[in-house]
């Protein structure tokens, strides 16, 4: 057994039942565990979550809607649309009500995106990616589109998350649980490494802080914007929790020891005494994620228990 916790991501589309999902996470060694995105208001009817140790909550759950379907309607926290905006606050409020039902610490919040931006630009830069012509002109003029684009839309949506993170920080503040701003995936999303630190100088205190994912950081260095090692050197004193998983190239959520992360950069960094939480894609085998805990205890990263 092991000091940190597996996310349920690691079951959705891999088991048919969440109680599947614990079964088996138990099985392999995991105690603690965080309820991902994927956990919808069906799923946890009749559930007796009490049965397990929650670290943590990541936004929106339980899930009324997918992820794709809030983004696809903007129901964002960084909707510059009020009616759209509030239906993002009220599905994280939900979160943070769960957390505290549950005595999980932290809730996982994704900040929104930045919108009226021609999404294939982002596709057309990971397709040059995977292609291998991130040396290339082309890319640099897709890369360069792609920056002035989200540069003049991105103030309205920052604007919306700093009203959304005042409403939500009291809300959560009242519920005795901590909001952490994760890094991440997408160049479109929120935040980016300055708008992280503007959004934690925004609410400087212990309601709020700095969930660190360790592929997102990795994915937005290997497409070229930013360092990884930036996103720790600024906002590891933030840091309230962290998703650990491997990267290959642009493609995240491996279990350890299967990608390319280079974690003696990251170990560090890292404080102790966050909440640490594994964030594996179904594909992993049981057998790979046992490698993974145990590269993860050699690293000095997780501890058995």
């Given at each position: 057994?092991?000091?940190?916790?597996?996310?349920?991501?690691?079951?959705?589309?891999?088991?048919?039942?969440?109680?599947?999902?614990?079964?088996?996470?138990?099985?392999?060694?995991?105690?603690?565990?965080?309820?991902?995105?994927?956990?919808?208001?069906?799923?946890?009817?009749?559930?007796?979550?009490?049965?397990?140790?929650?670290?943590?909550?990541?936004?929106p759950c339980p899930s009324q809607v997918s992820p794709r379907t809030l983004r696809m309607r903007d129901w964002l926290i960084s909707s510059p649309d009020e009616d759209c905006r509030q239906q993002g606050v009220r599905a994280t409020?939900?979160?943070?009500?769960l957390a505290q039902e549950i005595g999980a610490s932290a809730i996982v919040v994704h900040p929104g995106r930045v919108n009226n931006v021609d999404i294939q630009l982002e596709d057309e830069l990971w397709d040059l990616f995977e292609a291998g012509q991130t040396q290339t002109a082309k890319y640099d003029e897709v890369k360069e589109r792609l920056v002035v684009a989200?540069?003049?839309?991105?103030?309205?949506?920052?604007?919306?998350?700093?009203?959304?993170?005042?409403?939500?920080?009291?809300?959560?503040?009242?519920?005795?649980?901590?909001?952490?701003l994760e890094n991440r995936y997408h160049y479109l999303d929120?935040?980016?490494?300055?708008?992280?630190?503007?959004?934690?100088?925004?609410?400087?205190?212990?309601?709020?802080?700095?969930?660190?994912?360790?592929?997102?950081?990795?994915?937005?260095?290997?497409?070229?914007?930013?360092?990884?090692?930036e996103w720790l050197r600024r906002?590891?004193?933030?840091?309230?929790?962290?998703?650990?998983?491997?990267i290959k190239g642009i493609r995240d959520h491996h279990a350890v020891g299967l990608g390319e992360i280079d974690w003696d950069m990251i170990k560090p960094y890292i404080p102790a005494?966050?909440?640490?939480?594994?964030?594996?894609?179904?594909?992993?085998?049981?057998?790979?994620?046992?490698a993974a805990m145990?590269?993860?205890?050699d690293m000095g990263y997780v501890k058995r228990v």
């Amino acid at each position: 057994m092991w000091d940190t916790a597996l996310s349920t991501m690691w079951g959705i589309g891999r088991f048919e039942r969440l109680q599947d999902f614990f079964s088996a996470a138990q099985q392999i060694g995991f105690r603690q565990f965080e309820l991902n995105h994927g956990v919808s208001e069906k799923m946890l009817d009749g559930f007796d979550l009490g049965r397990y140790r929650i670290d943590s909550v990541h936004e929106p759950c339980p899930s009324q809607v997918s992820p794709r379907t809030l983004r696809m309607r903007d129901w964002l926290i960084s909707s510059p649309d009020e009616d759209c905006r509030q239906q993002g606050v009220r599905a994280t409020k939900r979160s943070i009500d769960l957390a505290q039902e549950i005595g999980a610490s932290a809730i996982v919040v994704h900040p929104g995106r930045v919108n009226n931006v021609d999404i294939q630009l982002e596709d057309e830069l990971w397709d040059l990616f995977e292609a291998g012509q991130t040396q290339t002109a082309k890319y640099d003029e897709v890369k360069e589109r792609l920056v002035v684009a989200r540069s003049a839309q991105a103030g309205i949506h920052l604007d919306a998350v700093r009203r959304s993170l005042a409403e939500l920080a009291e809300h959560a503040g009242d519920a005795g649980v901590r909001l952490g701003l994760e890094n991440r995936y997408h160049y479109l999303d929120i935040p980016l490494l300055d708008e992280m630190g503007a959004l934690l100088e925004f609410i400087d205190d212990e309601r709020v802080g700095f969930w660190y994912d360790v592929g997102h950081g990795q994915t937005l260095d290997n497409l070229g914007f930013g360092s990884h090692e930036e996103w720790l050197r600024r906002y590891a004193a933030r840091m309230v929790g962290v998703h650990l998983h491997d990267i290959k190239g642009i493609r995240d959520h491996h279990a350890v020891g299967l990608g390319e992360i280079d974690w003696d950069m990251i170990k560090p960094y890292i404080p102790a005494g966050i909440v640490r939480t594994c964030e594996f894609r179904k594909h992993n085998t049981p057998e790979q994620i046992t490698a993974a805990m145990q590269s993860l205890v050699d690293m000095g990263y997780v501890k058995r228990v």
